[in-house]
């Protein structure tokens, strides 16, 4: 999207011996006179990974200094497992600066409904409306109505939910590392693991094409993200617990002959 609007998109990879996290001192590193943009999921997908409160008060410091708009696109805030998800957009200076992104997919198990909002600053109104009006307008009346009861209704089954995928998660990343040749971090949110598999001898993408033909279980290559992620697949867990059992012990059927 930014390419076809004539941008030019910088990436800022994220690394799993840095836990995945972003470094506000690279980020200012490839700022430049031609900045206008800062974009970040947080939590993460693929990685899980929570941007915590004093790397956004830098990045936000960043995005003054430098009069740069921050895109936020926090599709996964309601699941975090450790510490908190803080929106950029509370921080001092920042809500007249800040585009946040979110939804209905995740947080209310709305997927394939294609319920999301923004919320951003005024002067963006207009330019939103236009672009909106001509790409995902005439959403279903009964699709606005489910979103307003979601929003509106009680919200113990969200609660519920995220305790499932506590356990979920602890399941897929504790399997994974008793597998040879894994190496998985535990994520802070979302629902997805990103474990480095070059202990395998494969590429992610060799992987995910052996695991899907030998055993069954389909994963994403991690270069779906960027070549950053050469080595990496992504396994989402928004998946019952005997399933994520069955599909740890195909991958480990498959991977245990392979590990170097």
């Known amino acids: 999207m930014a390419r076809f609007v004539g941008a030019t998109a910088v990436p800022l990879p994220l690394?799993?011996?840095?836990?995945?996290?972003?470094?506000?001192?690279?980020?200012?590193?490839?700022?430049?006179?031609?900045?206008?943009?800062?974009?970040?999921?947080?939590?993460?997908?693929?990685?899980?990974?929570?941007?915590?409160?004093?790397?956004?008060?830098?990045?936000?410091?960043?995005?003054?200094?430098?009069?740069l708009t921050v895109l936020a696109d926090e599709i996964y805030g309601r699941i975090v497992y450790e510490g908190e998800h803080v929106s950029i957009a509370s921080l001092p200076g920042m809500a007249e600066r800040t585009i946040v992104l979110d939804g209905f997919s995740k947080t209310y198990a709305m997927t394939g409904w294609r319920m999301g909002y923004a919320i951003l600053p005024e002067r963006l109104v207009t330019a939103f409306s236009r672009l909106i009006i001509n790409s995902v307008s005439c959403t279903s009346s009964f699709s606005q109505i489910a979103a307003a009861e979601a929003l509106l209704g009680p919200q113990h089954d969200v609660d519920a939910m995220v305790r499932e995928f506590r356990a979920r998660r602890d399941l897929v990343v504790d399997g994974l590392n008793a597998i040879p040749g894994f190496s998985c971090l535990r994520p802070q949110g979302a629902f997805y693991v990103f474990p480095d598999v070059s202990g395998t001898g494969l590429t992610g993408a060799e992987l995910a094409d052996k695991l899907l033909y030998e055993a069954g279980v389909s994963v994403l290559a991690g270069t779906a993200f960027g070549q950053v992620g050469r080595n990496h697949i992504r396994i989402s867990y928004a998946n019952s617990q005997a399933k994520i059992r069955d599909a740890l012990d195909r991958i480990r059927s498959v991977v245990s002959p392979l590990a170097v």
């Open 15 to 67: 690394h799993q011996e840095h836990a995945f996290r972003l470094d506000p001192a690279r980020l200012e590193g490839l700022v430049s006179p031609r900045t206008r943009l800062i974009i970040f999921n947080s939590p993460a997908n693929p990685t899980g990974g929570l941007i915590e409160r004093q790397d956004l008060e830098r990045i936000a410091a960043i995005a003054i200094e430098h009069d």
